[in-house]
């Protein structure tokens, strides 16, 4: 029997977040796939992408494109014509911009993994945008629309559908109108699982620094109710970073090694975890790491964060419902201590089982 040719189409490559340990599984499982994608920043990805051929599309040879791909987007669909899937039989879309729409033989079976349609299209224009300057969100006005029906209709391009979470799942449904069976993306537990909790007088808010991430609220809770917290990660601004020091309750790391977030989690009194996230990693790692989770009660979240064991839920995004989770955190912390629970909580989660499913599925439409 000859083998199957595998393509697997990822929407860019310019650095290793979650939608990329996503396709480094996919690659752990199909060792001989091309990859086809938009753009590859080369030096970020090289130990992506190993020896595995890759294939971009014209917006790579545009104009600064390894750093402001994004702006291009609204080229993108019609840039997948670019890509030849005729020699395929299994196409593989990683989805969270323009990947699904691609075109693979008729007798190929198409599994579209999808992070989360795309934010800046659907529910979270708004937020993408509001910071925008007025070219931008001009020209984005006008060409939202004929988007948002090319990625609708792109998804009939799909067999089928497989959401990292219940959340995304649900809109898929929305935005698609097609089910979607959920498999949690993978996660690196075994880095994690490893550390030794030490805690300490402080809470820990980690992540890019992004608006939906919503660190203003962790900012302000911790400095309104006297509480010390660290924020790292990438994007700090500096006028940010000069308001909310002068109140001496708030340390700002910027970006930080692997080895420097094991020690965080592990002295960390909790992790705070208060935007919407459409699967959220950080909350899983922190979990793996021993750390209690205080997470707003939305989005992905509610299917990772196992409340009152774990960690808990706050019900509004505000600071002062922060705080209120914070104060009932802090008179049950000792219930937080049970770190084997923590450990077989966060192996649903692991890359095994990740491979698993997947291969589970691809299994069952007998197509590989």
């Known amino acids: 029997m000859k083998p199957m040719k ?59 494109a390894k750093k402001f791909y994004q702006l291009y987007m609204p080229f993108m669909p019609n840039a997948l014509m670019d890509f030849n899937l005729q020699e ?38 708004h937020e993408y945008f509001r910071e925008k300057n007025f070219f931008i969100r001009f020209f984005m006005k006008h060409l939202i629309p004929g988007l948002r029906l090319q990625d609708a209709v792109s998804a009939n391009m799909v067999d089928y559908f497989i959401a990292n979470s219940a959340y995304v799942a649900k809109r ?40 939906y991430k919503r660190a203003d609220i962790a900012i302000e809770a911790c400095i309104a ?21 002068k109140a001496g309750s708030v340390t700002f790391r910027g970006r930080i090694t692997d080895e420097e977030l094991r020690d965080l989690y592990a002295s960390a009194k909790a992790l705070i975890f208060p935007g919407i996230e459409d699967f959220g990693i950080v909350p899983v790692e922190a979990m793996a790491a021993g750390c209690p989770v205080i997470a707003y009660r939305r989005g992905g979240a509610l299917e990772t964060v196992k409340e009152n064991v774990t960690g808990i839920f706050f019900d509004e995004q505000t600071p002062q419902s922060l705080i209120e ?42 197509r590989i």
């Open 6 to 64: 595998t393509a697997i189409v990822h929407y860019w490559l310019v650095n290793i977040r979650g939608g990329e340990k996503v396709l480094a599984a996919l690659l752990e499982m199909f060792p001989d796939a091309d990859i086809f994608t938009h753009v590859i920043n080369r030096q970020a990805a090289s130990s992506l992408v190993g020896n595995h051929r890759v294939v971009t599309s014209r917006i790579n040879r545009l104009p600064f």
């Open 325 to 366: 989770a914070m104060d009932h955190f802090e008179r049950n912390e000792v219930t937080f201590n049970n770190r084997a629970l923590f450990n077989n909580h966060v192996q649903q989660f692991s890359k095994t089982a990740f491979k698993e499913r997947i291969q589970r599925v691809l299994d069952e439409k007998k």
């Open 88 to 125: 395929y039989d299994l196409v593989i879309s990683s989805e969270s911009g323009p990947a699904k729409g691609v075109v693979p033989n008729p007798a190929a079976y198409h599994v579209c993994y999808c992070h989360s349609p795309m934010r800046y299209l659907w529910d979270m224009y």
């Open 172 to 211: 898929i449904m929305r935005c698609y109108n097609r089910n979607a069976e959920v498999i949690h993306p993978p996660v690196d537990v075994e880095k994690f699982l490893s550390c030794k909790r030490q805690p300490q007088d402080f809470y820990l808010f980690f992540g890019q620094q992004t608006g």
């Open 225 to 245: 109710s006297g509480r010390k917290l660290v924020v790292a990660g990438g994007g700090i601004q500096k006028k940010v970073m000069q308001k909310f020091q």
